[in-house]
């Protein structure tokens, strides 16, 4: 049940994730227009790389290292320290590195170059790692969920024009730095002090780095679409790339989300030894997955065309191409979210979820060197799905010895005929509706109705958890 209330938790910030650009996008997308938007996209794409090499892998290794020794609270003190100092060691480097990158090679953009740097101090002194490795997931929730709304009031506030992109970039950089502050308070209760001669910082440098690998190169081909599309394309559409993939991730964020609940709670029944509760975890996490991934993706498919135009304006007509191109990758990367942070990250089998998101990077680039050249926009949402196809597909290849690939897959039949009666339904009637917030409603109503008699008719195992679950 612990599992579940971190997971419901977390889901609902995310879905807040999801209710906050309904409420900004629209405004945001008219008010500072495509090609400020694109700015802000291309500058932001930018410092990504410069914040995760200051924090290299520390988010993922913390947390995982904090949940093997959650029981004993002077080691995982001794842990907290020492990982700390190094995530702001790191990050202090990175700052440096990239103020001097701006001011010796950037001419245009500078000032919104040197306002995204507050990523890299927010993410230096980010502690989440350790609130989620002791699967304590209210506190971050809650207190995010505080500042990304006043986040949302303060932009309506001052974002009025589209000479307020410089505020708009800075609102967006100081609610992260102000999300990092606000769990420090909490640590009082939870850690110890340590003397200074016991952190052993370094000793984390090296596992941090092999997680800091993948992570890094999972960003590669998560940003590289923008880069490129900034480079061979115009700034336009790299908006409209951004604002389509940005829908599809956020309603994508509900189901990777189990990722950020099991990576704790799997890490601590490996160190325990409990293997067979490991794969019982697994069995049940990518049957969840695969039937909310589903209906997700083939939903966004069936309403992407008239949805993108309504609720982003007409300038990001194409955006609908890029939705619905791009949103079978919910799928792909809801089963590598299982197969790859849940199972991989916990057991220390690093090297292999490396492999698999490095080739997942390269053929990214390589899709998007033809794809974009040739399609723009969608090609690089076309070229995102590939990627993501590839990285599953050597994900599932690299557990084949110890998870049973048929027992993950055999179900799988049951969620994608009732997600594909459910597209043919909606999307004939998205057809001949004109698309309003009743009207939306409408059709989401209807598709969830469709395919959850679907699934009690095809007996999905999805039910038979579902009703466990409300018994508990």
Known sequence: MKVIKNYLYNAGYQILLMLAPVLTTPYVARVLGANNNGINTYTNGWVTFFYLAGQLGISLYGNREIAYQRKDKYKRSKAFWGIITLQI???????????????????????????????????????????????????????????????????????????????????LGFAQLAGSLTL???????????????????????????????????????????????????????????????????????????????????????????????????????????????????????????????????????????????????????????????????????HQYTISVTVGAVVNVIANLFLISLYGANGAAVATVISEMSVTAVQLYFVKGTIRRRALFAPIWRYLLSGLFMYLVVSRIDGIMNMTIINLTLQVILGVAIYVIGLFLLRAPIIKQAKGLLKK
């Open 184 to 350: 420090w308070p909490y640590l009082r209760k939870n850690i110890q002090w340590v003397k200074i001669r016991e952190w052993h910082p370094l000793k984390h440098f090296y596992p941090a780095l092999l997680l800091f690998i993948p992570t890094i190169t999972t960003q590669i081909y998560l940003v590289v679409n923008r880069i490129m599309l900034g480079r061979m394309a115009p700034q336009a559409a790299v908006s409209q790339f951004n604002f389509g993939d940005n829908i599809v991730k956020l309603v994508l964020a509900i189901v990777t989300a189990t990722g950020t609940v099991m990576l704790p709670h799997i890490a601590n029944k490996f160190a325990s030894g409990d293997i067979k509760g490991v794969r019982e975890s697994l069995y049940k996490s990518f049957d969840f997955v695969t039937a909310i991934a589903v209906p997700m993706m083939f939903g966004l498919m069936a309403i992407a065309y008239k949805f993108a135009p309504w609720f982003l304006g007409s300038e990001y007509g194409p955006t609908g191409g890029v939705i619905f191109w791009e949103a079978p990758a919910i799928l792909m990367i809801a089963w590598s979210n299982v197969t790859g942070t849940q199972y991989l990250m916990p057991i220390h089998r690093e």
């Open 89 to 171: 060691f790191t990050s202090s480097i990175a700052l440096v590195a990239y103020l001097l990158a701006v001011f010796l090679f950037s001419s245009a953009f500078k000032v919104y170059f040197l306002l995204q740097a507050l990523w890299i101090v927010a993410y230096g002194i980010d502690i989440s790692w350790y609130f989620m490795g002791m699967e304590d997931f209210k506190k971050t929730v809650s207190r995010n969920t505080i500042v990304k709304l006043i986040t949302i009031a303060l932009i309506f506030i001052l974002v009025r024009n589209q000479n307020d992109l410089a505020k708009y970039i800075f609102l």
